[in-house]
């Protein structure tokens, strides 16, 4: 055995294998189109950069949270993870759960029916959900996570951009029954939150260009 091989050995012994296994939404962008999941996750990480102060974070739509372990690892705050995917939700339990350090907490709703019934939180999260409302649910759902939050909250929603649903695959373009254009999304944003400010984001970075010009839109808003 070389001395490379054989200090590569001790430092192996260091790792930590913790057996994890991604769910199969998650899996599959892995193994089918992994620089997808990489997007994915910088969204997560601005969000998070963005919310690094908060004491209570609100994410509505976790999917399969790994959204959820990017905010416990980046903040201190208590974490609520809220999808209507039974399965989704299930999986989040089972798999996320275990790793919440008592800070998260996950359950089932559908914001667009109901709301938080008076629990207030100083962080939102809504990243790749808006696109799959119907457009008759919106205003309900964008009422109910803005009334999660007190003056002064702040939410960050992301959204594939209306402007690139000619590039999308078959998959998301069958799901994206709502999808937005920069204006509308920043004047949706306007009649539920008192400053909206507007990124852009092509591939993995998040950027202030030409909206116009962006496949994904994102949004810090104060409400």
Known sequence: MTLTHKTWEQVRQLNQGEGFALGAINGESLVKDPKHLLFVLSRYKFAAKMLRNCGSILEVGCGEGLG?????????????????????????????????????????????????????????????????LHPDDEA??????????????IAIFGTPSLNANAYASARSQAGHINLFDPARFTATLERHYSKVLPFSMNDEMVHTGFANMAHYLMALCIR
């Open 140 to 153: 309900a759902f964008m009422q109910n996570c803005a009334d999660s939050q007190d003056p002064g909250g």
């Open 68 to 132: 959820a372990l990017m905010f416990l690892a980046e903040t201190g705050a208590r974490v609520t993870a809220l999808d209507f995917d039974e399965a989704q939700v299930a999986y989040c339990r089972e798999h996320i759960l275990p790793h919440g350090r008592g800070r998260l907490e996950v359950g089932r709703k559908d914001m667009a029916a109901e709301g938080m019934a008076g629990a207030k939180f100083d962080g939102l999260v809504c990243i790749d959900v808006i696109e799959h």
